[in-house]
């Protein structure tokens, strides 16, 4: 899983993945006194909306971008210790010194290319009986972007895991979950402006596309996904994970 990101910038353009986190964290029930892992906390919007809903407990908030952990640092200073910080990345064992009670993870599954590997480790770290509750993109995810990419000649979304609720429901029991259940829902996701539209590609979308590009290059490779696609609009489509730790 590649691992820095413009942290920053991410930050202020990713409202989409904060409001579906936002649901995400409503899914999971806590008592407060929990200590839950957030699998790839990013900039950590969502992770603290994690940490109100645990005024006894703690988070551990885990990211495979240094990047990242530092927005994410500043951003939850004010909850002290209760926010442990982890360099990480989901493919490998997870160095956690203790299980934790449940998983949350949103937006970040599908940037995880071995989905095995990554069910393996997150139920390594669940105690008996944990939770683990996400969402990431499913099935059929940014269909018009994949478009506008084969029209270009360019890559698709090589090395991004967009799957099906039956088979991550089989990965999950393979895993160690005793019980799994998955679905998709659509979230489709408008854009006030082209320009909001080519940021959000830039930081987010295309990321991998235009790492090794000049900005210059990644500005117009941008503009041209882009205006290929039908709307000021991605077609996102997310897949929902609720399991428990058998």
């Not at 820095?4 to 910038?9: L, N, P, R, V, Y």
Request: glycine fraction near 8%; charge should be negative; proline fraction near 5%.
């Amino acid at each position: 899983m590649s691992s820095e990101w413009d942290a920053e910038t991410y930050d202020r353009v990713a409202d989409p993945q904060f409001r579906w986190g936002a649901a995400v964290v409503d899914r999971l029930e806590l008592e407060g006194n929990e200590t839950v892992l957030d699998a790839g906390c990013g900039s950590g919007r969502v992770t603290e909306l994690l940490a109100r809903r645990l005024p006894r407990g703690r988070v551990v908030a885990l990211d495979g971008s240094n990047a990242m952990l530092g927005t994410a640092r500043r951003r939850l200073a004010p909850f002290g210790e209760r926010i442990a910080f982890v360099h990480a990345d989901l493919l490998d064992p997870l160095p956690l010194a203790e299980p934790v009670d449940a998983v949350l993870s949103t937006a970040t599954f599908h940037w995880v290319p071995d989905h095995d590997a990554l069910f393996a480790n997150l139920a390594a770290v669940l105690r008996p009986g944990g939770r683990l509750v996400a969402q990431c993109g499913g099935a059929g995810n940014l269909a018009n972007g994949v478009r506008a990419l084969a029209e270009l000649g360019a890559a698709p979304f090589t090395g991004k895991v967009f799957a099906t609720p039956e088979r991550t429901e089989e990965r999950l029991r393979a895993a160690g979950f005793a019980r799994a259940e998955c679905w998709l829902h659509a979230e489709a996701t408008p854009f006030e402006s082209l320009e909001a539209l080519e940021t959000f590609l830039r930081t987010v979308v295309l990321r991998d596309h235009v790492r090794s590009m000049t900005d210059a290059e990644t500005d117009a490779f941008a503009h041209a996904v882009a205006t290929r696609l039908p709307r000021l609009e991605l077609d996102y489509v997310r897949l929902n994970i609720d399991a428990r730790r058998s």
